[in-house]
């Protein structure tokens, strides 16, 4: 069964508008919310986590903010950028191992 | 620091053959870890080893599939005999004790059965 869903496969931005990324998780056990983003041909590269006893967490133009009531997570990306264009996946940490979602294609255009 | 490094990049076998593939993990991180993304679909865990013992291979397909890590260093994957549907790409990823959810992934290695 599928516990960390990203209803949406695909997004484009405009370069410098926000990027905004969601994910849906259904255990409240999870104890860490991480994003990655991938390129083709490469592994996922770390971006940013957050721990379940916060709601915020910043690092540069990415900020990950998790509502534990609405088992929500999402990713802020701003200004975007030509180079964000990338799959983006949210992966949820429970009993030490990491689910993914099925990741979200973002293009990011001039 | 060298990152996550995975071996080979490719691998291209027939039905019932064996393959091996070897994960090189960051220096000093303790915890190692195998994924596999099969037809672009989502990333699912095989197993996590703590340094040389197996923590959780609960990810695991079958009993066609057996990973090692002797010495608590580099780590191998074996598959045998290769099935069609082991086709993928199969992920290594590694993490410090101490900040254990931040998993840092290798390239992978994409597996075709043919």
């Known amino acids: ?110 | 620091e060298a990152g996550v490094t995975q071996f080979p990049s490719h691998s291209v076998i027939e039905k019932g053959q064996t393959v091996t593939l070897r994960c090189d993990p960051i220096s000093g991180h303790d915890n190692l870890y195998w994924y596999r993304r099969v037809m672009g679909k989502e990333i699912k865990f095989l197993l996590h080893f703590v340094k040389e013992s197996k923590q959780d291979e609960s990810g695991m397909p079958n009993n066609r599939f057996l990973a090692e890590r002797t010495g608590g260093t580099y780590s191998t994957l074996k598959v045998q005999p290769a099935e069609l549907e082991d086709s993928g790409v199969y992920f290594c990823a590694s993490s410090h004790f101490r900040t254990s959810y931040e998993q840092y992934f290798g390239p992978g290695t994409r597996l075709t059965v043919t």
Request: glycine share 8%.
């Open chain 1, 1 to 110: 069964d599928q516990q960390v869903k990203q209803n949406s496969p695909s997004l484009s931005v405009q370069e410098g508008r926000i990027s905004i990324l969601n994910c849906d998780y259904t255990n409240s056990m999870f104890d860490y919310f991480l994003w990655y983003k991938k390129y083709p041909a490469e592994g996922p590269t770390f971006l940013i986590s957050i721990s379940s006893i916060k709601d915020k967490n910043e690092d540069g133009r990415f900020t990950v903010f998790l509502n534990k009531s609405a088992k929500h997570l999402s990713l802020h990306i701003v200004p975007s950028q030509p180079g964000d264009s990338a799959v983006y996946f949210c992966a949820v940490r429970g009993w030490g191992k990491l689910q993914f979602g099925a990741g979200t294609q973002v293009v990011v255009t001039p």
